[in-house]
């Protein structure tokens, strides 16, 4: 088991392009999470997500960020029009259900920057 | 909204003494309550949970207190160790199991 993969590990885009986050859960989960993580901060919720559905994205900015987690490949996060105040590490996290105490597993995280 | 506060920002040690890291929640319906331990430039990884219907939990050098009345619930290290430096986070997650909300994250330092 790979465990959760995201790519791109590190992702540079300048200010007004697009950034697109990918994150495959790991083998049989179908429950992803996206969170934010700013320097020297901590780990702010995003968004939940399960095949085909947004369950909760009250972390989500009203604006240029958009999820998705298709039925068939990854869950994306999307950035458009990124600022400066974008750069940050996103991480997705991963669980096989969501009961409670269900342990959600972490991918590496992808460092976007922006200049 | 629900929120969790986590104290101290930092912490340094002398190895072989213990640290505690404190936490208290908003939401009175929270009740997993799973702390992650962040190396530097690391994905977040679980270290030790604890479930409402628990007082304490431990395993080997760590050990979790969680005091539903006062919504606070703590980190215990003992004989703490150099590779023990890392950032930990607390966090709080409802019943729901899908909003875990984190606390700000304690940097360790653990000297040699």
């Known amino acids: 088991n790979a465990g959760v993969m995201q790519n791109p590990r590190h992702l540079v885009r300048r200010r007004g392009q697009e950034a697109r986050l990918r994150c495959s859960p790991m083998?049989?989960?179908?429950?992803v999470y996206w969170y934010r993580q700013l320097p020297e901060e901590g780990l702010k919720f995003m968004v939940y997500l399960q095949k085909e559905n947004i369950i909760d994205e009250s972390g989500m900015p009203k604006e240029r960020f958009s999820a998705e987690f298709p039925k068939e490949g990854p869950s994306i996060l999307r950035i458009q029009q990124v600022v400066r105040g974008d750069s940050a590490a996103y991480f997705c996290?991963?669980?096989?259900?969501?009961?409670?105490?269900?342990?959600?597993?972490f991918g590496q995280g992808t460092r976007l920057t922006v200049v | 909204g629900e929120n969790v506060e986590q104290h101290p920002s930092t912490l340094s040690v002398q190895e072989g003494d213990s640290a505690v890291i404190k936490c208290t929640y908003s939401d009175s319906a929270s009740n997993y309550f799973p702390w992650y331990k962040q190396e530097l430039g690391k994905r977040p990884q679980l270290i030790i949970d604890i479930r409402s219907n628990v007082g304490e939990k431990k395993d080997q050098r760590i050990a979790v207190t969680l005091n539903k009345t006062a919504k606070h619930f703590s980190l215990h290290i003992t004989e703490t160790q150099p590779e023990d430096s890392a950032v930990y986070f607390c966090a709080a997650s409802n019943p729901g199991g899908f909003k875990t909300i984190f606390g700000a994250g304690t940097r360790l330092f653990v000297k040699a």
């Open positions: 996290a991963s669980s096989q259900d969501r009961g409670p105490n269900t342990e959600a597993f």
């Open positions: 083998k049989g989960h179908s429950h």
